[in-house]
Antibody, heavy 123, light 110 residues
């Protein structure tokens, strides 16, 4: 069965960086995009960007460009999201989600989600 | 990219039907048949309920349906049940080759 398992909660100081991992299993990792979504406490979902694990190609939301880097390691079926220059308002749960693909064509919706990783930014 | 507009809250009694709207622009909702809907219970990850405007993934109840007219998409839940109480988010592909979510709607089953 498809699973996305994320790394554990993190506490960071303002100005630091955080790197969250998302380990995929149960499917061909390079066949599906991985998206990252942020959810601040009590707030809605916010799309951050996505990575194509096959090519490594990325596409980021305008809001996060310059601060976010998405990478992958195909040898261990894991995607990463690194957010730098953290601020207190970056405190949130970060989710990875699989983008649906079939027959080599990918469509813009998320069919499986990780369990979420809480990142707390506090001095 | 501005968030899509959803009502903050809707409510209904068991057995009733409710509709949640999701309004965007011609650069997102109106421009593509790529609207999806997600259900999120407190403390849980979102769950895909509708994709490509009106398609239901396997395992999702047929009480959930989606539609679109112009720049507004809608999610309808018929025969409301207590377990439907959750937050619901719409999402759309955009002309900037990005994705955008709605602000979310809290559904209360009275």
């Amino acid at each position: 069965q498809v699973q996305l398992v994320q790394s554990g909660a993190e506490v960071k100081e303002p100005g630091a960086s955080v790197k969250v991992s998302c380990k995929a299993s149960g499917y061909t990792f390079t066949g599906y995009y991985i998206h990252w979504v942020r959810q601040a406490p009590g707030q809605g979902l916010e799309w951050m960007g996505r990575i194509d694990p096959n090519s490594g190609g990325t596409n980021y939301a305008q809001k996060f460009r310059g601060r976010v880097t998405m990478t992958r390691d195909t040898s261990i079926n894991t995607a990463y999201m690194e957010l730098s220059r953290l601020r207190s308002d970056d405190t949130a749960v970060f989710y990875c989600a699989r983008g649906y693909c079939s027959g080599g064509t990918c469509r813009p919706f998320f069919d499986y989600w990780g369990q979420g990783t809480l990142v707390t930014v506090s001095s | 990219q501005s968030a899509l507009t959803q009502p903050a809250s809707v409510s209904g009694s068991p057995g009733q039907s409710i509709t949640i709207s999701c309004t965007g622009t011609s650069s997102d909702v109106g421009g593509y048949n790529y609207v999806s809907w997600y259900q999120q219970h407190p403390g849980k990850a979102p769950k895909l309920m509708i994709y490509d405007v009106s398609n239901r993934p396997s395992g999702v109840s047929n009480r959930f349906s989606g539609s679109k007219s112009g720049n507004t998409a809608s999610l309808t839940i018929s025969g409301l049940q207590a377990e439907d109480e959750a937050d619901y988010y719409c999402s759309s592909y955009t002309s900037s080759v990005t994705m955008v979510f709605g602000g979310g709607t809290k559904l209360t089953v009275l």
